[in-house]
């Protein structure tokens, strides 16, 4: 059975997203490391599986995943495939008595340190470095990375940065657009408030929202949803699981956006499980399948680390999930009133 396929055309030249993609963190050795020969492997299975859209930047592995990805799809033929990659970002080597970036996170990475850089050369370099590591002429879409305060730590910075962008970065990427180099841009960060701050300021195609649209989370169906689906903006969405508790279920040690769960969310979770056994659903397919149910929603990009999950995910794309879920959720008050299903 083939994935379904969901075709997107806004500034630049059309687009056509698996339903299912890959988010590409792991195969730069994020919380532990695999090897080439496992990173390739995963990357055939998600292939066979039917996946066609590819998401990754120069921060996951420090250029390593670039790599193993560029080497994955050299003898791939590219209209079969999409991809994107990120910018804000500068990357360069070590000197003598420097300690490389991401240290205790990214394991068995090259020996780098990370910039950030939302100007318009900036844009301009990172974007010629990904080439360079993907081996790739182009790439169909750029995000513009982190632009958010889980990244940037206060309001005041994190203002700053979008300023840095909006005067520099901004301006490359419409250049890039609309020379035909990449199909479209937006940017890929951890919070919709930046995605709708954004959209309100320039004409962006499409945002990757990671983590704040999901089974556990629908705060963004309140304004930014509704204004990107008014405006023809297209949403891709990482980290359906919330960082792993939607897929390993409430238990001790679950993660949530990257960090241990706290109880209020292990609590939460316990209860959408319980509807979900009800009705014989595994949660984390119900995960998968949520955001996909929203009109803006292209592509759910699960990271996998393993090909048992890669093969887990294609095993959630496909499910057939009763309406009664949905409806018993919303009726819990576990669902936006608002959500479709």
């Known amino acids: 059975m083939r994935l379904a396929m969901r075709d997107f055309h806004r500034a630049g030249r059309p687009l056509r997203f698996t339903s299912l993609g890959l988010g590409t963190s792991p195969l730069g050795n994020l919380y532990r490391a695999i090897s080439d020969a496992e990173a390739q492997a995963l990357l055939e299975r998600a292939w066979a599986s039917g996946v066609r859209y590819f998401d990754t930047a120069p921060l996951y592995g420090y250029g390593l995943a670039e790599e193993r990805l560029g080497r994955f799809l050299a003898d791939k033929p590219r209209s079969e495939h999409v991809v994107s990659t990120k910018v804000g970002r500068l990357l360069r080597p070590v000197e003598p008595g420097e300690k490389r970036d991401g240290l205790g996170k990214f394991f068995e990475v090259p020996e780098r340190k990370e910039r950030f850089d939302y100007g318009y050369d900036g844009v301009m370099r990172s974007l010629e470095a990904s080439l360079g590591r993907l081996g790739l002429d182009r790439v169909d879409m750029l995000f513009v990375h982190d632009l958010d305060l889980f990244t940037h730590r206060s309001q005041e910075a994190l203002e ?78 990482g980290g359906p699981y919330n960082s792993g508790v939607l897929a390993t279920g409430p238990r001790p040690g679950s993660f949530y956006d990257y960090r241990l769960a706290p109880q209020a969310v292990l609590d939460r979770v316990a209860q959408i499980h319980t509807i979900c056994e009800r009705w014989g659903v595994r949660m984390f397919e119900a995960a998968f399948q949520f955001p996909l149910r929203h009109p803006a929603v292209l592509s759910v990009i699960p990271g996998s680390q393993s090909i048992t999950e890669v093969l887990e995910n294609r095993i959630a794309a496909d499910a057939e999930l009763p309406d009664g879920l949905w409806q018993d959720l919303k009726e819990a008050g576990l669902l936006h009133p608002l959500a479709p299903v």
């Open 160 to 237: 700053a940065r979008l300023a840095e962008f909006m005067q520099g970065g901004y301006r490359a990427l419409v250049e890039l657009r609309d020379q035909g180099v990449i199909a479209a841009f937006g940017a890929g960060v951890n919070e919709w408030q930046p995605c709708q701050w954004l959209a309100e300021r320039g004409d962006f195609d499409l945002f990757l929202l990671a983590g704040r649209y999901t089974l556990l989370e629908q705060e963004a169906l309140e304004s930014f949803l509704p204004m990107a689906e008014e405006r023809g903006i297209g949403i891709v969405i």
